[in-house]
């Protein structure tokens, strides 16, 4: 009932307990091969999740600074246009008041009082 190994000198004894034993580190194996299976499985898994959340992060974060961007740009559009209309809300001032329409008359189309002449002189040029 002995075997013999062939690359060593010992010889293993074939007995039920031996059986049994043998039996276990087989099972033993398997359950630790599926076990290392399950856990790179498990891996691979987390690993691909991980990469697909980074990779989100990163996609949002350039979506983020385009967004602050185009944030700033609008907010300097937006100052501008404040500044025109306060400008505008200033002109409309300015046209509600007799004096300032008078004095853009007379500057602008040369309107004149009763009893003014108005003389119109040409630019000195360097000739």
Do not use: C
């Not at 990163?58 to 907010?75: G, I, M, N, P």
């Amino acid at each position: 009932m002995r075997k013999r190994n062939l690359h060593s000198n010992i010889t293993t004894v074939e007995s039920r307990y031996a059986q049994y034993q043998e039996q276990k580190k087989q099972a033993k194996r398997v359950r630790n091969w599926k076990a290392l299976k399950r856990i790179s499985l498990i891996a691979v898994v987390f690993g691909v999740l991980f990469t697909a959340m980074i990779h989100m992060g990163f996609a949002r974060t350039t979506t983020v600074d385009e967004k602050l961007a185009e944030k700033r740009q609008y907010e300097a559009e937006l100052e501008n246009l404040r500044q025109e209309r306060y400008n505008l809300e200033q002109e409309i001032k300015n046209l509600n008041d007799d004096e300032y329409i008078l004095k853009l008359a007379r500057s602008e189309y040369f309107f004149s009082r009763p009893g003014e002449t108005i003389f119109i002189v040409p630019n000195s040029s360097a000739d």
